[in-house]
């Protein structure tokens, strides 16, 4: 299993900007396909991004496209993801997460959550409007 510890989270107006960051210590980053997902008050955790274990390709829900890119450095063990555009809509708490299975490759938006085996706190986003 790999550790996860987000940060980055925060308050931010409607429009504004926020950066997360996903550490991982343990079992190799590097071979792991990495997500974030979110959930907002009363509703169930959503998908919001994934990336294979090179980085080289990213899915987004549609509702973050165009908005949100995801990053990630193998050589830190980290993944980021820019949020721009914010809306109150956005507002939930957003969990990255690791492939259970060391299936590198695998990235998109029906892969169950319980694909994945390791999340991290979360961290609280809250966009006014």
């Known amino acids: 299993q790999v550790q996860l510890v987000e940060s980055g989270g925060g308050l931010v107006q409607a429009g504004g900007a926020l950066r997360l960051s996903c550490a991982a210590s343990?079992?190799?980053?590097?071979?792991?396909?990495m997500a974030w997902f979110r959930q907002a008050p009363g509703k169930e955790r959503e998908f919001v991004t994934c990336t294979t274990k090179s980085g080289g390709s990213a899915t987004y829900a549609d509702s973050v496209m165009g908005r949100f890119t995801l990053s990630r450095d193998n050589a830190k063990n980290t993944v980021s993801l820019q949020m721009n555009s914010l809306k109150p809509e956005d507002t939930a708490v957003y969990y990255c997460?690791?492939?259970?299975?060391?299936?590198?490759?695998?990235?998109?938006?029906?892969?169950?959550?319980?694909?994945?085996?390791?999340w991290g706190q979360g961290t609280q986003v809250t966009v006014s409007s």
């Open positions: 343990g079992r190799s980053f590097s071979s792991l396909s």
């Open positions: 997460a690791a492939d259970r299975y060391g299936l590198g490759y695998r990235c998109g938006s029906v892969i169950p959550t319980g694909d994945y085996g390791s």
